[in-house]
């Protein structure tokens, strides 16, 4: 090693061994050869992080940062050279043998540039993700598994069509984020609507991966944590109860930990790759950083700015894996993680991509067609092509099949449900419902109640208006009676109001009630 001094001013200032700092310094482009074994032998990542050419000589022997070559040295590092492609081959066959035919596998490929990794420090101001200590480019498998959570999060919430995802589904596949968007957002936003669409659903159709859920999460922490807030002469919390707690209580949140069912690995290119150099140019620097008397005008230099990408054509097999513990948890998923899987990459090359500036049309990519066989690891996967087609068109008639006796016996079920509903009596088609909120309200805890009176009082203002609207005055009359009997469950005013407009609304209520008597 040689250090910079007066003796060896012709060497960099890093702690880098004196043959690369021959190969590397600023006589590199008189002698390609040498630059040429280097990348061959050295990967593109050291060659980035830890032999970057970072310092430029000024006048002198006076070394200064890098600052107008930034593009030559990032041209360095684009060729990915023999070394890593061993590497890259190494990975693929170790992935090979791990995984089986439990492995969901899905070959992609970018339609335009990948950066990722921006945060990471580094002298040309954008860093890359490289994975150590192999120094090849990489997708992170937690940043895989991050981006399938939220597409699985906006096809469950947010979207009309689910792809068959549900929120519970989220949480067992990819584990429990007390960050979530939809736990933590004003109460006006698309994600808070949408999870209360949700919690208004298991009401009616309790969500029996929620239930499972709710078993596995119920440790010491999250009972002290729920008596405290509750009660515990409330007893358990049903499931639209316990999701409206996820969301109002934060303590709530951090008393439940679960990693999910699913680990992503890192995903690294198809050897023979290479990399590239692109380029963004800020304008209007001064307007957007500085003190906010300048204006923005077409007199400015912009300043670009230079960062390594991987270029379109590049490929990834991105893999998920089902842990090795499976609880009781697992015989409710395994029958669709994988389809779940396929949705939502589906919903992540149309709506999201991979890697950052996402926003601005990076990591845009495409599904690859799979290989017959993976040549590293000599396994078929995938069958020969006429069989595949016939295998394919079996499976394609047995869904078909299915999904006919499903639509057939719930168009059964729902005229059977209808036929029963219009044979009722019309006060009864008032009552039932409503008894049905009666009951859910008198079975919450105060707090909860206080949380949903204002949804029961329309539902009893509603009850009201539709009686009105009986011809029969026995019918009116017993309308009349069975609420009375309900605001004396319930009460009749709003708990935690100042008792003048607690008298005001039981007065209100009741010349409602004798009104329909008449």
């Known amino acids: 090693m040689q250090r910079s001094t007066q003796q ?11 043959y690369l700092q021959e190969a590397l310094r600023e006589g590199r482009k008189a002698e390609g050869w040498r630059l040429k074994n280097v990348a061959d032998q050295v990967p593109p990542g050291h060659r980035f992080l830890l032999y970057f050419r970072a310092f430029e000589r000024a006048d002198g022997n006076k070394w200064e940062p890098l600052t107008t070559s930034k593009r030559d040295a990032l041209e360095d590092i684009v060729k990915t050279g023999k070394q890593a492609n061993a590497i890259l081959n190494a990975l693929k066959m170790r992935h090979a043998r791990l995984f089986d035919e ?28 490289f994975l150590s200590p192999y120094g090849v480019p990489y997708l992170a498998g937690s940043g895989l598994k991050g981006v399938f959570r939220r597409a699985a999060e906006e ?57 499972q859920l709710m078993k596995i999460w119920m440790n010491p922490r999250l009972q002290k944590v729920l008596e405290k807030e509750f009660g515990p002469e409330n007893g358990p919390l049903d499931q639209p109860a316990f999701l409206r707690a996820l969301r109002q209580y934060q303590q709530v949140r951090r008393a439940v930990h679960f990693q999910g069912l699913l680990t992503f690995f890192d995903a690294v290119p198809h050897p023979d790759c290479q990399m590239a150099v692109d380029i963004t140019n800020p304008h209007h620097k001064s307007y957007y950083q500085g003190t906010g008397q300048e204006s923005p005008h077409d007199a400015e230099q912009p300043v670009p700015i230079f960062f390594l990408v991987l270029p379109p ?24 993680w994988q389809a779940l899987l396929d949705a939502s990459l589906g919903h992540i090359a149309a709506w999201l991509g991979l890697g950052a500036k996402t926003s601005v049309g990076y990591g845009v990519f495409t599904l690859a067609q799979q290989p017959a066989q993976d040549k590293l690891s000599g396994r078929s996967e995938e069958a020969p092509p006429s069989q595949r087609e016939v295998l394919k068109e079996v499976e394609i008639q047995k869904l078909e099949e299915e999904r006919r006796r499903k639509q ?21 088609k008032i009552l039932r419902p409503l008894q049905e909120k009666v009951e859910a309200y008198v079975r919450s805890s105060e707090v909860v109640r206080k949380n949903i009176r204002p949804d029961l009082n329309r539902a009893m203002n509603a009850a009201v208006e539709q009686a009105s609207q009986i011809k029969d005055s026995n019918l009116r009359q017993r309308v009349a009676a069975e609420m009375e009997k309900m605001y004396e469950r319930v009460g009749w005013a709003d708990p935690g109001e100042k008792k003048e407009k607690r008298q005001k609304q039981e007065k209100k209520r009741r010349e409602a009630l004798e009104a329909l008597k008449k």
Do not use: I
């Open 155 to 211: 096809l469950a919430l947010l979207c009309d069509d689910t792809h068959g995802w549900t929120l519970p589904l989220v949480w067992a596949l990819f584990g429990f984020d007390a960050n979530s968007a939809y736990l933590g957002a004003a109460s006006d936003s698309e994600w808070v609507r949408g999870y209360d669409a949700f919690v208004h659903e298991v009401e009616n159709s309790p969500d029996r991966v929620l239930e």
């Open 8 to 18: 060896h001013h012709d060497t960099l200032p890093l702690a880098v061994p004196a």
């Open 408 to 428: 057939e016996a719930e168009e059964m079920e729902q005229a059977q449900r209808l036929a029963a509903w219009n044979a009722l009596p019309e006060d009864e």
């Open 102 to 129: 439990t492995c969901w596998k899905r070959r992609v490929t970018l339609a335009a540039p990948l950066f990722t990794g921006s945060g990471n420090p580094h002298p040309v101001e954008n860093g890359f993700a």
């Open 313 to 336: 054509g590049t490929t990834f097999d991105l893999k998920a894996l089902p842990l090795a513990q499976k609880d009781a948890l697992w015989p409710l998923v395994k029958d669709r």
